[in-house]
């Protein structure tokens, strides 16, 4: 492995096609990244215990163990390493429980190379770095939030968040009470245009809220017709 791509981490991609594979390794590679392969299900789970890669790229539609299972057993694990869904379905359905198992994100097949790349690089890029450029810890209510450790707690208590789950929250709570539409969200926090799906806000949201419990959820409040806003 060069030393480009030991500064970039290793990337383990679980995909039962060689062609797809091979093509996501070619352009990985290309951009620094180290790159390990599995084809099933149960050899990735495996592979992601024992690589500790920096993120997980897995196809939902693999032999042995689904790629949707493998990221719920990692999850359940207290693995929170960035996970990245391919389907070959553009299902919503699909989409919306792959996020809500603690996915980061998703990209439907027939897919860009370099969209995928970029995905890898932006949620990596959410994972080490400081949403908004602000390490001030905040607080809403019960909830507290501390951009530098990444961490949340809820009256005191820990709450593990997926890093998409985690800048969500810490983007709304930057500014309380400033309504966000879903294609601010979007943009903002994944870093791509709406019409990549805000349905994936509203998945994102519902999860936060019931990760951090009935007593702090009702402190992110929706507002009808146009987005979220967290209440300060």
């Not at 809403?140 to 809820?154: E, K, M, N």
């Amino acid at each position: 492995m060069s030393s480009d791509a030991q500064h970039r981490g290793l990337v383990l991609v679980v995909e039962d096609e060689p062609a797809i594979a091979d093509l996501v390794r070619l352009y990985l590679t290309r951009d620094g990244f180290g790159v390990h392969v599995e084809r099933d299900g149960i050899a990735g789970l495996a592979a992601a215990q024992r690589l500790r890669p920096v993120a997980c790229v897995l196809d939902i539609a693999l032999p042995g163990l689904a790629g949707t299972e493998v990221c719920r057993r990692l999850r359940e694990s207290g693995d929170w390493t960035p996970v990245i869904f391919l389907t070959a379905r553009d299902d919503e359905v699909d989409r919306i429980v792959g996020l809500e198992l603690g996915a980061d994100d998703y990209v439907t097949k027939p897919f860009s190379p370099r969209e995928l790349v970029a995905r890898v690089r932006a949620v990596l890029r959410r994972s080490t770095g400081t949403p908004n450029g602000a390490d001030r810890p905040r607080t809403a209510g019960p909830i507290s939030l501390d951009p530098s450790r990444r961490s949340v707690t809820v009256d005191g208590a820990p709450v593990h968040l997926t890093t998409t789950e985690f800048d969500l929250l810490a983007y709304l709570m930057s500014r309380p009470g400033r309504v966000f539409t879903r294609e601010e969200l979007l943009a903002s926090v994944w870093g791509y245009a709406a019409h990549s799906g805000t349905r994936t806000v509203d998945v994102h949201v519902a999860q936060v809220r019931a990760k951090l419990g009935p007593a702090a959820a009702e402190w992110i409040r929706t507002h009808r017709g146009v987005g979220y806003a967290c209440v300060g």
